[in-house]
């Protein structure tokens, strides 16, 4: 016959006639000690002053770890801010990279001297059938017939070393021939322009003269006379206007 054992626990007595496995009265210990861990840990981690978040030490909840004795043990966590320092690997050195810069602004010269080549071309031609049309036309009046005539042959001698001689040619080969007949053309360009300035000018006074033969109009015969000669002495145009 199984003989009966007389325990205590802590939720009272067991009495005669009860048997209890020592397993089960195991496992509920474990139980009633970790629930009671579990209170005292959640307890003083609301107790913990205001200035442990200030200084970043976080206490973080604490987990239970069954040990090897059957008793569940607590730890804490505390979270640190850990410097962190980049360094790139392969990367190339600053004098390196300056010099491989200047080496880069060597090669793209060549480039960059035959697109302005190409520029200086390109403006040639323009100016070349602008001045074409121009001065058969826009600029026959302002111009004499031994002018027209010669700027028209340089004219046309540029347009055929353009496409002969001249078209790989270098950015001041361009230029000069440009600035050359630029001087042969800017005379009579000039002249066309002072015409049109004289045309604005002149059309300015004609307004004007209307403007003030309006004003005097405006008062009665007998004062027209006075009143011009007094204005023009004295006020001027504003005062006239008024």
């Keep these: 016959m199984r003989d009966c054992h007389y325990k205590t626990s802590p939720i009272g007595y067991w009495g005669k006639g009860s048997t209890v496995d020592d397993d089960s009265l195991a496992k509920s210990d474990d139980h009633l000690t970790s629930a009671k861990m579990e209170a005292e840990a959640n307890h003083g981690s609301s107790a913990v002053p205001n200035s442990a978040e200030d200084s970043n030490l976080k206490l973080m909840k604490p987990s239970s770890v069954s040990s090897g004795d059957g008793l569940r043990k607590s730890k804490f966590f505390k979270r640190l801010d850990i410097p962190v320092s980049e360094c790139v690997f392969g990367g190339i050195a600053k004098a390196k990279l300056s010099e491989a810069e200047k080496i880069e602004h060597q090669l793209v010269q060549p480039e960059l001297k035959m697109e302005?080549?190409?520029?200086?071309?390109?403006?040639?031609?323009?100016?070349?059938?602008?001045?074409?049309?121009?001065?058969?036309?826009t600029y026959c009046d302002f111009s004499t017939e031994s002018e027209r005539e010669g700027i028209s042959y340089n004219l046309q001698q540029t347009k055929e070393w353009l496409y002969e001689d001249g078209f790989d040619e270098s950015v001041d080969a361009y230029t000069e021939k440009l600035e050359y007949l630029k001087k042969l053309v800017d005379p009579i360009e000039n002249r066309y322009k002072e015409e049109e300035a004289r045309a604005r000018a002149s059309k300015d006074l004609v307004d004007c003269?209307?403007?003030?033969?309006?004003?005097?109009?405006?008062h009665p015969v007998g004062e027209r006379c006075g009143m011009i000669l007094v204005h023009c002495f004295v006020g001027g145009e504003d005062s006239l206007c008024d």
């Design 116 to 137: 302005h080549a190409k520029e200086m071309k390109n403006a040639l031609e323009s100016y070349v059938y602008e001045m074409r049309d121009k001065i058969l036309h």
């Design 209 to 218: 003269i209307t403007n003030y033969r309006m004003v005097v109009e405006s």
